[in-house]
């Protein structure tokens, strides 16, 4: 198995993106692990197989990918339990190291830990604020992220899992997904308001209260910055 050592991480990620997208997927990765091979060409995910039962739930989860492609089923395989943050700084270490070993592109590596990062949040889509589910139906990856979720609630939760909101809000006309924020570091400039540590914050928070339905005209956001400000001297 150690010979393997001699193939060029390129040639095995280019084996890997072909593998991980066939029918027999979940066969493949169990001959690589009969061959022992997994520590050498998956090293990120070797560590996560601490028992037969975990290797076999992620075989499960791989096949059960209904639109499977490169980024999601490395996603659902380097999620060790469903009730791990996904987000945490071991689970994003896990995609910067791989994206190194196999020479991942930008773009392969940024759609991994979006599925990843998107967990916690798209978990409780049906239940979380608009202004914490908003920002991440805007990402490119978020399909991908949508099918890794859905493969993970039907394996932990039963096929009544659900992610209607979801795709309910994702069909809305782009003005209504994303409509324009009602204040902007322009608008803090022309009412004279000095940049500050305190700026940006103020910024986000208008937003996430526009979003929210608290806010829902210029009026209502320069107001209340205004009050952020006073409140801020005082």
């Known amino acids: 198995a150690e010979q393997i050592t001699i193939v060029s991480p390129e040639r095995i990620a280019a084996e890997m993106r072909k593998m991980l997208c066939l029918p027999y997927r979940g066969q493949a990765l169990a001959w690589l692990q009969e061959l022992m091979l997994l520590p050498y060409i998956f090293p990120e995910w070797f560590p996560l197989l601490t028992a037969e039962s975990a290797f076999q739930q992620a075989l499960s989860r791989l096949a059960d990918l209904q639109q499977v492609t490169f980024e999601s089923a490395v996603a659902v395989l380097l999620i060790d339990n469903w009730n791990t943050a996904s987000d945490s700084p071991e689970s994003l270490s896990r995609v910067a190291s791989l994206k190194q070993f196999w020479r991942l592109s930008n773009t392969e590596a940024e759609a991994i830990q979006f599925c990843l990062q998107a967990l916690p949040v798209l978990r409780q889509s049906e239940t979380c604020r608009w202004s914490q589910l908003q920002?991440?139906?805007?990402?490119?990856?978020?399909?991908?992220?949508?099918?890794?979720?859905?493969?993970?609630?039907?394996?932990?939760?039963?096929?009544?899992?659900?992610?209607?909101?979801?795709?309910?809000?994702?069909?809305?006309?782009?003005?209504?997904?994303?409509?324009?924020?009602?204040?902007?570091?322009?608008?803090?400039?022309?009412?004279?308001?000095t940049p500050g540590p305190q700026y940006a914050q103020w910024i986000r928070n208008a937003r996430a209260l526009q979003l929210d339905g608290h806010l829902r005209s210029s009026e209502d956001a320069i107001r209340w910055i205004q009050e952020q400000v006073d409140g801020h001297k005082s």
């Open 135 to 193: 920002p991440w139906l805007l990402s490119p990856y978020i399909y991908l992220a949508i099918e890794v979720v859905e493969v993970l609630g039907r394996q932990e939760h039963g096929p009544t899992y659900r992610l209607e909101r979801c795709r309910e809000c994702l069909s809305w006309p782009p003005k209504t997904l994303n409509p324009p924020p009602l204040i902007d570091g322009r608008s803090l400039m022309r009412l004279g308001i």
